[in-house]
Structure formats: C-alpha cells, structure tokens
C-alpha cells in the first residue's frame, strides 16, 4: 500500500488547458513537497507546504494544502509543453530517521 | 546544474557482474541519499549516509552496498546484476533537514542484459 496516492496516473493534454492533479493520504502530513521530474533528469524541488489550508503560487502553478493536511493539490493554468514532466508529491517521514516517500507521480505530457 | 553529480550517466553491463555508480554532493550537503527508480515501483528510498555514516536503510537489497567517503561523495555498488536491476539510480543530498527539500543528480541509466 503506497503512502501517497496520486492522480490521475497519466494525463495528456493541449497547450493552453487547465489542469489539476492530486496527492492523497490516509495519514496526517506535517509538510508536502512537490517536484517535477523532466525527461533524463532527476526530480527537482517545486514548493514545500506546511500549514493546512495554505496556497501557494508558483507562475501558473498553484498548490494548495488541505486543511486536514491530509491531501494537496497541484494546478497549472494554460499549461505549455514545457510544463511536460512527472510530477511527484513527497513527504518527509522522520522515524527515527529522516527521509522522503514519493507518492507514485503524474505523467503529464502537454502538446503544441 | 543542480550540483549534485553523477557518474556515469549511462550503463550497460551483463548479468552476473558488478557495478559502482558515484555521486558527488552539493557542496556543504552533508546527507546523501540513494533512490532507485523504475517505470512499475517509482521512487523507492535505498540507503542514506549522514557525514560518513549510514543512518538508514530502505528497500535495499543485500547484493546492494555503498559507502560515504570522508570528501562526502559517496558509491553505490551494485553486484551480482540481474535484468530486474534495470533502473535509473538517483542520488540527491540535503542540508540538516530534509524540510528544506532534496537536490537531485541527473541519475545513472543502469540497463542489465
């Protein structure tokens, strides 16, 4: 059972849509991270949330944290080829140690 | 150029043989971290080193080893190579805390024949 659930898995879309993706726990977070991983490259960090109900906004990309920190979204205004990528939720799990589970990631392609 | 390198980018090798990828960290990163990445398991957490000392295991196997060296980069080896150890291996470092996000190398390619 993976820790993060995101949706959808792959999402093919025109230049200039809108577009939402989501990452889902069944456990409290106490931040979230995001990142977008380009082809041939490693993940690189978009924004980290921390307080529940906070938006933040990043161009045309806007995150938002759920108040029960439990669940965040990701949306991109007219979005442009160069946005193509797989976009990755990650939280920081501190059990005795810390790291960060991804969530299993959005394959978002988006055509000219 | 995030700062976190990698080499080599691409490799290909046999079953049965061994392999060292080597990461380099963003300088005054003293935490390496070494993911492996494929299409059906995405990002699996494999080993952390803090400062030369391993701090935590994840989904690593025991023919996986790696090491951090007193200039902090670190190798991950990998032997005994068998075709599902195909991946793309990532290394990323932080600062103290991960709240502040991980910086990734490009990864190596590993493709088993």
């Known amino acids: 059972t993976q820790l993060l ?3 959808p898995q792959f999402l093919s879309i025109q230049e200039g849509e809108n577009l939402t993706v989501y990452c ?3 456990s409290v977070f106490s931040s979230l991270q995001w990142y977008r991983q380009e082809p041939g490259e490693g993940p690189v960090l978009l924004v980290t949330v921390v307080t529940g109900g906070e938006v ?16 965040s979204s990701l949306h991109i205004t ?8 797989l976009y990755l939720c990650a939280l920081p799990r501190d059990t005795g140690f810390q790291k960060l589970v991804f969530g299993t990631g959005t394959r978002l392609l988006v055509s000219p | 150029d995030s700062g976190v390198t990698q080499t080599p980018k691409h490799l290909i090798t046999a079953t049965g043989q061994r392999v060292t990828l080597r990461c380099s ?3 005054g990163d003293l935490s390496v971290y070494w993911y492996q990445q494929s ?11 803090y400062n030369g000392e391993e701090r935590a295991k994840g989904n690593i196997l025991e023919r996986f080893s ?6 902090l980069h670190s190798e991950l080896n990998l032997s005994s190579l068998e075709l599902g ?13 991960i709240n502040y996000g991980y910086t990734f190398g490009s990864g190596t390619r590993l493709t088993v024949v």
Not at chain 1, 58 to 71: I, P
Not at chain 2, 66 to 71: E, K, L, S, Y
């Open chain 1, 5 to 7: 659930e995101q949706s």
């Open chain 1, 24 to 26: 889902n726990s069944s």
């Open chain 1, 56 to 71: 933040k906004k990043l161009k045309r990309l806007t995150f938002q944290f759920g108040d029960a920190r439990k669940d």
């Open chain 1, 78 to 85: 007219a979005a442009q080829p160069g946005d193509t990528g």
């Open chain 2, 25 to 27: 960290p963003r300088s």
């Open chain 2, 39 to 49: 299409l059906d398991q995405g990002l699996q957490f494999l080993i952390q080193y």
């Open chain 2, 66 to 71: 790696a090491q951090q060296f007193p200039d």
């Open chain 2, 85 to 97: 150890d195909s991946a793309l291996y990532f290394c990323a470092s932080s600062v103290a805390s």
